[in-house]
């Protein structure tokens, strides 16, 4: 009846739709990890169990893991096996396992592959500001932040801010995206259909904020996702989708407002519902007057099989058993059938034919997924402000000073629709903003609880059937102080941050107001003089992108010595800097960088520990408290997690035989504290070649007391690092007893059995 799947595709559809939807995961591709794990996937694991034959799994064939063919580099991969039948599998067991551990240390992340889809469409580049709206659970949000980090070690002008408008959600979000570790990253908790318009100051005056790209992955009805979750066949109905489209609508028309000019919008769904697809884009362009255009995407990805969008189809009241409807004038408002319908659910009446056919269908049969709809958008022009909001202006404009607060509103307040209004009357009342971008929707900018990262999550992550829930009421008392220090390009700690008599006087305004209620610690700057040069003296920090004043933050407003320091990227400084009235409702922002220790004896003159979160953004900038160990010792130190460097060894904790890094530790080089260790380069030891991974990325933190180094890293990171080290080097790792080795693990063993020949590889000499 609507053309969803083509009458001669219908069989396979429903034999699809009957079959265990397969596993899928993505390999981080901006992680230092992702070429060493592309190869051990490829080489080993895959390389495995394609000698066993045909494996076989309640009647189907399961073919080994293979890579995803559509999705660049080969970072994503498929299994032919659900999450639960990979444990039945005997020969599956070391996948499972592999799986397990990387997706805990952030190295992969299980997504489904028509989730990975948006993402990419949206075409984003290391410098762009992108804005996830409807960000929970975070796969997508994860696939961004790789790719506004880039590859390892790169400094990105980038940042991602995701939003829910669900409290839960946001912690689902944050457990989710701390996995990556980054500074770039900002959680926010809006209702997606009235985030604030945020205005910063240029040098040409005030601007609207504008994010480059934009996702709204919004809530839908799911029907799409009825492989991964069959409880859907029995609560779904044609009219499911209704009710969802005028707040789809709203938030997609938000979206078109908060983009910048040449930017990109992707709007998707994981349902097959023209009502929640195509009626939505076509809305979203008449509104946008020709501001907004669809953009081909059929030559991109090619590989992906896709169908193009619908550009007719009936619609139907939400009451079971209700008509169908082919266009909005066979509408009759008092028809019992017609509950709930408004005009921009139809399809539209000309010119929109040829643009609709440019959005992108994905249907299960085509290749093993769930159903999934995607429209990519790009912005020509700034969008028409509508007639009734500039009169409303006009005659507000004489009655404001120029300190009145409603100066920074872009929208006036929309008038209400009416409560017993019609169908038809509650959608032209839709505004083209959302319903609130007044004073009242101006929130306070908080934080999330004082370390969200600590907290433990109990949800899976669901990417199929989403609900953007209510808007969230905030624990108690939110705040965030804004960085007030002016940005710079580049600095070190010698660019000395403005006097405390301007950032931190005792009795300072805050630039946001406090909630006592609300229990969520504030985001402060870091200002104090003494605490920045202790830390910047201690590990020799320098030739930082920016001064350490503007890259650190604390949550602890008004402890003499904060409890936790948190690193942010120069973007989300910016971000913070620009939103002066607190319009936004920061979740979370940065990641945690050094944490307040308590030495009795005083032997540590700093008060911080570096932590092993933002090792990879801070560790190229220390120039002291460095120690470098052999290969053996560093090996040593994941393995016991603690070395001797005085006494005895003992048979449970080795003693450092490093003669340099002994020397080091005597001479005060790599003074009492924590430091940062790394391997030693000499002219012995061959360069990671297998493993993809240099060196350098080969560093952990470690806290030296007077008689031993102790290793400052989880459990999982430091397996991972063993490992990374093990495919590469065997446990004499020198040249000249590695040459030794090699000849052992190559050689051939013969045995003459019935004038045949067989021969073995000595792999278990490896």
């Known amino acids: 009846m609507q053309g969803v799947v083509p009458s001669d595709e219908w069989d396979a559809f429903l034999e699809c739709l009957r079959k265990r939807l397969p596993s899928t995961f993505r390999i981080n591709g901006s992680g230092k990890y992702a070429a060493y794990l592309k190869k051990k996937l490829q080489e080993k694991l895959v390389a495995g169990l394609q000698t066993q034959g045909t494996l076989e799994l309640d009647g189907y ?240 990805f090619a590989p992906l099989k896709r169908r193009p969008g619908l550009v007719t189809w009936k619609v139907r009241g939400k009451r079971a058993g209700s008509k169908w409807f082919d266009a909005w004038d066979q509408v009759d408002p008092s028809d019992p059938d017609a509950g709930g319908l408004v005009e921009s659910m139809f399809p539209p009446l000309e010119g929109s034919e040829t643009a609709l056919s440019r959005c992108v269908r994905v249907l299960p049969h085509h290749g093993d997924t769930g159903g999934f709809f995607v429209a990519v958008l790009e912005k020509t022009a700034e969008l028409p402000v509508p007639a009734s909001h500039v009169s409303q202006n006009a005659r507000k404009g004489h009655q404001h000073t120029d300190n009145d607060k409603s100066d920074h509103r872009d929208v006036p307040a929309p008038t209400p629709a009416p409560a017993q209004a019609s169908a038809p009357a509650r959608e032209q009342a839709i505004p083209a903003d959302g319903p609130e971008c007044t004073e009242a929707s101006v929130l306070e900018t908080t934080v999330g609880p004082s370390d969200p990262q600590d907290q433990q999550q109990g949800q899976p992550e669901q990417d199929g059937m989403q609900e953007q829930g209510p808007k969230g009421i905030l624990p108690k008392g939110q705040d965030v102080v804004a960085p007030a220090a002016p940005r710079e390009d580049q600095g070190t700690l010698d660019d000395t941050p403005p006097s405390r008599t301007v950032l931190d006087p005792p009795k300072e305004r805050p630039l946001t107001k406090s909630k006592k209620s609300s229990g969520v610690d504030p985001i402060v700057p870091v200002t104090d003089l003494d605490l920045l040069h202790s830390i910047g003296d201690f590990y020799g920090l320098s030739a930082l992108p920016y001064p350490l004043h503007q890259c650190l933050i604390s949550r602890t407003p008004g402890a003499p010595v904060p409890k936790k320091l948190y690193y942010i990227s120069s973007s989300a400084k910016e971000l913070l800097d620009a939103d002066r009235r607190g319009s936004l409702r920061v979740f979370s922002v940065g990641v945690k960088a050094f944490e307040r220790q308590s030495m009795k004896d005083g032997s540590v003159p700093c008060k911080f520990r570096l932590a092993q979160d933002s090792v990879r953004f801070l560790a190229p900038y220390v120039s002291k408290q460095r120690l470098a160990l052999r290969l053996s010792d560093f090996r040593a130190l994941l393995k016991h997690r603690c070395l001797l460097t005085t006494g005895n060894e003992s048979s449970s904790v080795p003693l450092l035989s490093d003669p340099a890094a002994v020397e080091d530790l005597r001479s005060g080089r790599c003074g009492p504290g924590t430091c940062v260790i790394s391997i030693r380069k000499d002219d012995t030891l061959e360069p990671i070649v297998e493993s993809g991974l240099s060196l350098e990325e080969f560093t952990v933190t470690a806290w030296q007391g007077a008689k031993s180094l102790n290793l400052l890293v989880g459990e999982v990171e430091s397996s991972k690092l063993l490992d990374a080290l093990a495919d590469q080097f065997a446990p004499a790792e020198t040249k000249e007893n590695k040459g030794e080795s090699r ?24």
Not at 743 to 750: D, G, P, Y
Request: proline letters at 6%; glycine letters at 4%.
């Open 743 to 766: 000849k052992m693990r190559n050689r051939l063993v013969m045995w003459m059995i019935d004038e045949s020949v067989v021969i073995f590889h000595c792999d278990a000499f490896r």
């Open 61 to 300: 064939a399961v073919q080994p893991p293979r890579p995803i063919p559509w999705y660049p580099h080969d970072l994503a991969w498929h299994i032919d096996c659900s999450r639960n039948q990979i444990r039945k599998v005997p020969l599956l067991a070391q996948i499972h396992d592999f799986l397990k551990r990387e997706n805990d240390i952030g190295s992969i992340s299980r997504q489904e592959e028509v989730s990975m889809i948006p993402p990419l469409m949206l075409d984003v580049q290391p410098e762009h500001w992108v804005l996830d709206m409807c960000a929970a659970p975070g796969s997508k949000t994860l696939q961004l932040l790789e790719l506004v980090q880039g590859t390892e070690g790169q400094a990105s002008t980038g940042l991602v801010v995701a939003n829910d408008a669900d409290i839960k959600r946001c912690n689902l979000l944050i457990h989710q995206t701390k996995r990556m570790n980054s500074p770039c990253l900002v959680v926010t908790n809006h209702e997606a259909q009235s985030y604030p318009m945020v205005k910063r100051t240029t040098d040409a005056g005030q601007e609207l904020l504008q994010y480059d790209r934009i996702l709204c992955d919004v809530p839908c009805s799911g029907d799409g996702t009825m492989r991964k979750a069959p409880d859907l066949w029995r609560r779904w109905t044609p009219g499911s989708a209704n009710g969802l489209h005028p707040l789809q609508l709203k938030i997609a028309k938000k979206a078109a407002q908060l983009l910048k000019v040449g930017g990109r919008l992707v709007y998707s769904t994981c349902s097959l519902n023209p009502v929640e697809n195509e009626a939505v884009v076509a809305a979203l362009l008449k509104h946008c007057e020709g501001r907004l255009q669809l953009v081909d995407m059929s030559q991109s």
